[in-house]
């Protein structure tokens, strides 16, 4: 299977933590996709990580691949409300994807 | 510029019924994708297009049928609809065919009731 899986599936944190979800592959891959989706809306892209690469940063967001345990995580630093929503990383293809983590921030 | 827009926003519809849901990409992006979205479930891969030609098809019934026009824009058709068939269904543009390598940019959606 080419699709990435999440882990947890839900995650609930107080605001102002650090939020650390996982991504899991089973087959090689030339990059890897972070996404977010908001309830009920379109998914939007946050990071993308190259297999060369082993940590990449955007704002508050850290992404780490380690391509020999075939695995990803992204961490959400000093976490918001805003940050409330369902986080996808994108499969080997780039078109599957898993159930994703369901994150919650209490304020 | 605009982002990937899709129409209509919302849709209800009866078993049997057929649908067509539209998507223009973002300008400049020639390939176009479908996902469905069932609650609680991450998008699936129903087909993707690029340059008016189907390149690839995920694991969905002949029901579902999809085509690209001339300015990228694409819809994607549903007949004899469902009950299962009830989800967010996402379109998503990029510059090129490889979505190993592309970021895709995914629209609002369409989310479509079957009663």
């Known amino acids: 299977s080419q699709q990435g899986e999440e882990d947890p599936q839900a995650l609930s944190i107080q605001e102002g933590e650090n939020a650390t979800m996982n991504c899991s592959y089973k087959t090689s891959i030339n990059n890897l996709q972070w996404y977010r989706q908001n309830s009920g809306r379109g998914l939007v892209h946050l990071i993308l990580i190259r297999s060369n690469e082993r940590e990449k940063h955007s704002g508050r967001l850290r992404v780490t691949l380690d391509t020999s345990k075939k695995s990803s995580s992204l961490l959400i630093t000093a976490s918001r409300a805003a940050d409330t929503a369902s986080y996808f990383c994108g499969g080997a293809d780039g078109l599957t994807f898993g159930k994703g983590t369901h994150l919650i921030i209490q304020p | 510029d605009a982002g990937v827009t899709q129409s209509p926003t919302h849709l209800i519809k009866t078993r049997g019924q057929h649908v067509t849901l539209r998507c223009s990409p973002i300008?400049?992006?020639?390939?176009v994708s479908w996902y469905q979205q069932v609650l609680g479930q991450g998008p699936q891969f129903i087909f993707q297009?690029?340059?008016?030609?189907?390149?690839g098809r995920g694991n969905f019934p002949d029901r579902f049928s999809a085509r690209q026009f001339p300015n990228y824009s694409s819809e994607l058709n549903v007949n004899a609809l469902l009950l299962g068939d009830s989800a967010l269904y996402l379109c998503a543009s990029s510059l090129i065919a490889d979505t190993r390598t592309d970021t895709q940019y995914f629209g609002p959606g369409t989310r479509l009731t079957v009663l």
């Open positions: 297009y690029y340059e008016k030609e189907e390149r």
């Open positions: 300008s400049g992006h020639k390939s």
